[in-house]
Every structure is written in structure tokens, then in C-alpha cells.
């Protein structure tokens, strides 16, 4: 079986690991933390990174840091990991769904105006598979209504929007380390800012809420969010070779694209775009197939199971979501796009240590399978 991701971990990883372990430092104290946050943080652009345990938690604690009124809203896509709506739930927020556009399948902006009430207090702009939300539009809007922003870049490690690094935008920004993600602790996170007093407040917040004056005092709510100092060794080594990564990335994206452009060119799929002001980095390389071929994603996916190519479906919308049917914020609402997303896109084996020969077989054999099928 191709599958569809891979971790790719090197030697300098387990020489790291080995130090934090051989040292004792495996709790989340050593300096491997430290060196981590800086480093990656550099890279992206930012001042202050914090890490954490996972992604949700880092946008968990992001919209916990902003400190907003309880039942105020926050602007989030609809095409996204159900994260990103968890985030507000249990921070006393309501998700205010927003449609993808056609090309990127990134929330549309231009839809973002239209739903803010007095109520509205964030924006959550997610980089879907890579590729960049249009920030300009964000931004201005942001600005005009007095929003936070709080960016969603698990997607989009080493992505640009117009040559600025996503996770550089808003007042935090967050990220994932999951196996999948181009950069890896296993699990992790962390939390970036420009903002000395939120990145205080964020590392106090993942940590109990512990004051340095007073120990055991807790002034205020707060979580074990912490990461471990064996996962930025891991981290911290992944870091050093991020671009490597990302330029992996970007070489598998591109020639998928290369190799299925007749298939686009036929009618048959819609392939990933780079917009002019993008950096595009292919996350997971999707495809949508054209609807009235009037076949599902899941029969695709089903046949190229069957000839050994791992793939996985896209999200399910989130204003779908049967958990929050029971909340009283909820709506029934058609958002289109993000449907249609989910009923004909699924990705394609996109991880970092796959073989050329496995790309150029996962091309041949979803060409051989539609020209069969349409
Ligand atoms: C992976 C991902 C997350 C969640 O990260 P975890 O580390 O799995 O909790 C959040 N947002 C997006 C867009 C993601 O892709």
C-alpha cells in the first residue's frame, strides 16, 4: 500500500532524543524547548513561539488568551478540522460558519462581511492543504470591525502569502505537529505572537495557570497544555531541516499537478491552484472531481484502495457537524461549496518520503481508474 503520509524522521531526531533522555530532562523542562520555540518561530517570522501538546490545544489556549466575552462570536470556514470549532465551544464561543471559494477552497473572504453582528469578535482564518487564505482581505476587515485574528497555519508550514510566511498574520497564530504535518514532534503545537504580554500569558495558561512569585496561588483558569522536552528534541531537529521539507513538498505537489493536468484539461477533476500572490506548499495534495461525472469520491477511493493507494476524504463540514445540532447556536444552513468539497474531493498519498515511482503510479492508476469510470 502507498500511504498517504509518512513521517519522515532523521538521524539528528534520535541523536536529540537520546540527549533529553540520557539527561533526565524528559518532562517539559530542557533546552530543547527553548531551542524549538526560537527556532521555529524564527523561521515563520514571529517574536515568541509556545509550545504545546497538540494543535487543537494551541488554538484552545489562543482564543483562551484573548480573553473574550462569553458567547461572543468568531468567524472560522466551514471547510476545516473540527478543531477549530472546539476551540470556541470550549472557550463559551459560538463558530460562525463561513463557505469555501471555488479555486483555493479556503473560506471566502468575501463572504466574511456579511455575517458579522455587534456579537462578532475574531476571525479564524485556516490555510487549507497548503495553500494561503487571501490576509489582505482578512486584514482590512479585522481592522475596520476591531476583530482579532487568531490563524489557523497547520496546513501551511513554509507557505507565503505574497512572499510573508503564514503564521505571521494576527494577534496569535497556531500551529500543528502531528505526524502528518510537514514538521513533526508526533504530537504537538505551539502558539506564535509578536506580543511580549500574550506570549506571557500563553505560557502561564498552558502551565496551570502557576504564578513564579507565589506557586501555588492560581489567579486565574488554567491547563496542562505542556510539551515535552523529548518531542522538541524531535522538533528542534525537524526544524533545522524544515525547508528541506517544504521544498519536498512543493516538488510532490507539482509534479502530481504536472501528471493529472490532462485529467483537469478533460473535465474530469479540478486540480490544487497556486494563486500569483501564493507560495503554495501541497500539505495533502486533493482532488475534486468534476460533479456531473455524477461519481462520488468515496467509488474513486474505494477503486484505488483496491489497487493499493491510500487516500483519505476531505473534511466534513463543520455546519454539517450532527455534534452540534443540540448546541441552541445552531443552524441549518446550505454552504454549497464546502459540500460539494466533501462529496467529490478526497488527497493523494502526499507524504514526504514518497518515491517518485509511487507518484507516477498513483497518476497512472487514478487516470486508468476514470477513464473507466467516466
Ligand atoms: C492538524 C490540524 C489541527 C489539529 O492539530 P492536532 O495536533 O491534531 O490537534 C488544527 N488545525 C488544522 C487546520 C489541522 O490541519
Redesign the pocket.
Known amino acids: 500500500m502507498i500511504p498517504v503520509n509518512e513521517p519522515y524522521i532523521g538521524e539528528k531526531e534520535i541523536e536529540y532524543v537520546n540527549e533529553a533522555i540520557k539527561t533526565g530532562w524528559i518532562s517539559s523542562e530542557g533546552k530543547f524547548i527553548k531551542a524549538f520555540e526560537e527556532r521555529f518561530a524564527g523561521y515563520i517570522g514571529r517574536k515568541y513561539g509556545v509550545a504545546v501538546n497538540?494543535?487543537?490545544?494551541?488554538?484552545i489556549l489562543a482564543l483562551k488568551a484573548m480573553d473574550l466575552p462569553a458567547g461572543s462570536k468568531v468567524i472560522i470556514p466551514s471547510f476545516?478540522?473540527i478543531?477549530?470549532a472546539l476551540a470556541c465551544i470550549y472557550n463559551n464561543l459560538i463558530p460562525v460558519f463561513i463557505d469555501s471559494e471555488e479555486e483555493t477552497w479556503n473560506m471566502d473572504v468575501f463572504k466574511i462581511e456579511g455575517k458579522i453582528t455587534e456579537k462578532t469578535k475574531a476571525i479564524m482564518p485556516?490555510?487549507?492543504y497548503g495553500h494561503p487564505v487571501d490576509m489582505d482581505e482578512v486584514l482590512k476587515i479585522a481592522d475596520r470591525f476591531k476583530l482579532h485574528i487568531i490563524e489557523?497555519?497547520?496546513?501551511a508550514i513554509g507557505s507565503e502569502y505574497k512572499r510573508k510566511r503564514c503564521g505571521s498574520f494576527g494577534d496569535i497564530s497556531?500551529v500543528?505537529?502531528?505526524a502528518?504535518?510537514a514538521i513533526t514532534t508526533g504530537?504537538?503545537?505551539m502558539c506564535l505572537t509578536d506580543d511580549s504580554r500574550i506570549a506571557e500569558r500563553l505560557k502561564r495558561l498552558k502551565n496551570l495557570a502557576f504564578v513564579p512569585e507565589k506557586r501555588f496561588i492560581h489567579y486565574e483558569l488554567g491547563f496542562n497544555f505542556r510539551l515535552t522536552n523529548i518531542q522538541a528534541a524531535i522538533g528542534l531537529a525537524q526544524t533545522e531541516r524544515i525547508e528541506e521539507h517544504v521544498k519536498r513538498k512543493i516538488e510532490i505537489g507539482k509534479r502530481y499537478t504536472m501528471l493529472l493536468k490532462e485529467l483537469e484539461e478533460k473535465g474530469l477533476i479540478k486540480l490544487p491552484v497556486e494563486k500569483e500572490w501564493a507560495r503554495n506548499t501541497y500539505?495533502m495534495y486533493g482532488i475534486v472531481l468534476n460533479e456531473r461525472l455524477k461519481i462520488k469520491a468515496e467509488e474513486v477511493m474505494k477503486r484505488l484502495a483496491e489497487r493499493n493507494v491510500q487516500t483519505r476524504p476531505f473534511f466534513y463540514p463543520l455546519h454539517l457537524q450532527p455534534a452540534f445540532k443540540k448546541f441552541p447556536w445552531y443552524r441549518e444552513q446550505d454552504l454549497p461549496v464546502s459540500r460539494r468539497l466533501y462529496e467529490y474531493g478526497f488527497y493523494l498519498p502526499s507524504g514526504l518520503t514518497l518515491k517518485k515511482e509511487e507518484i507516477e503510479y498513483t497518476a497512472t492508476t487514478l487516470k486508468e481508474i476514470l477513464d473507466d469510470l467516466a
Do not use: P, Q, R
Not at 54 to 59: D, E, F, I, Q, R
Not at 152 to 155: H, P, T
Open positions: 497538540n494543535g487543537t490545544n494551541a488554538l476545516t478540522i478543531s477549530c485556516v490555510h487549507i489557523d497555519f497547520a496546513e497556531c500543528s505537529f502531528y502528518n504535518k504530537e504537538g503545537g500539505w
